[in-house]
């Protein structure tokens, strides 16, 4: 209700009326055209692997997002999540859809909130994403990944620690379709979003994509 009740201000130069103005919009970091295959890291030319995820088991077929998890988009994520800005929901899919083609999939999930900061928030944003991108890629969304066991959060641990952060934390349904897309709010190191995916797979799924609003981008 927050973003409701607030004057709408945009979150980039002030300007009222708008939430984010067409010109902020303009500024955010995209990734660009050029990206790694299978995680959508951006990188000088076409690769399959890049030294992102070469070496790593992953359990998705690619990762795309729209925006770099970088400088004004931080504080985009941030008033999302930790503000109740609901609002940006609809702002991040039309972005999403701008930069990421429908996925070949029967439906959308989510990656499933931690129960303690789902209930603090009030909300989920990567749910509240998926609904939007369901309704503009004419997708259903099910709740087909849950958490089995709580995780502290993921911030400020390292690639390893987060993979152990959240290995075997999440289970699927019994039988999930085939092809799934799996949505989430930031892609970082892809560590949740790959234990979602291999839960999904364990449970019987062929294939799965994953899609972000923004992912974060390391120098080359």
């Known amino acids: ?9 945009c979150l980039g130069c002030g300007a ?27 990188t000088a030319w076409p690769v399959r692997r890049c030294r992102e995820c070469a070496g790593r088991r992953l359990a998705f077929g690619s990762a795309r997002a729209a925006v770099a998890y970088d400088g004004a ?16 929901a609809a702002l991040a899919a039309e972005l999403v859809v701008e930069a990421v083609p429908r996925p070949d999939v029967l439906v959308l999930c989510f990656v499933p909130p931690d129960r303690d900061r789902s209930l603090e928030r009030g909300h989920h944003p990567a749910e ?10 004419e997708l259903p ?21 987060r993979r152990r952060n959240v290995a075997d934390a999440f289970a699927a349904a019994a039988k999930p379709p085939s092809a799934v897309g799996v ?3 930031v892609y970082t190191s892809g560590a949740t979003a790959n234990a979602a995916a291999s839960a999904l797979r ?19």
């Not at 009222?16 to 951006?42: D, F, K, N, Q």
């Not at 969304?141 to 620690?161: C, H, N, S, W």
Request: glycine share 10%.
């Open 1 to 9: 209700m927050l973003d409701l009740l607030l004057p709408q201000r």
């Open 16 to 42: 009222g009326g708008t939430i984010l103005c067409v010109g902020c919009v303009a500024t955010l970091p995209r990734l660009g055209s050029t990206l790694c295959e299978r995680c959508g890291a951006p």
């Open 73 to 88: 988009v931080r504080g985009v994520v941030a008033a999302w999540k930790e503000r109740g800005l609901r609002r940006l």
């Open 128 to 137: 509240r994403l998926a609904c939007e991108l369901g309704r503009r890629w």
């Open 141 to 161: 969304v099910e709740r087909l990944v849950r958490r089995i066991r709580p995780t502290p959060p993921q911030r400020g641990l390292g690639l390893a620690d």
């Open 183 to 185: 949505v989430d709010d």
């Open 202 to 220: 364990k449970a019987g799924a062929r294939r799965v994509e994953v899609v972000t609003f923004a992912r974060a981008v390391r120098l080359r």
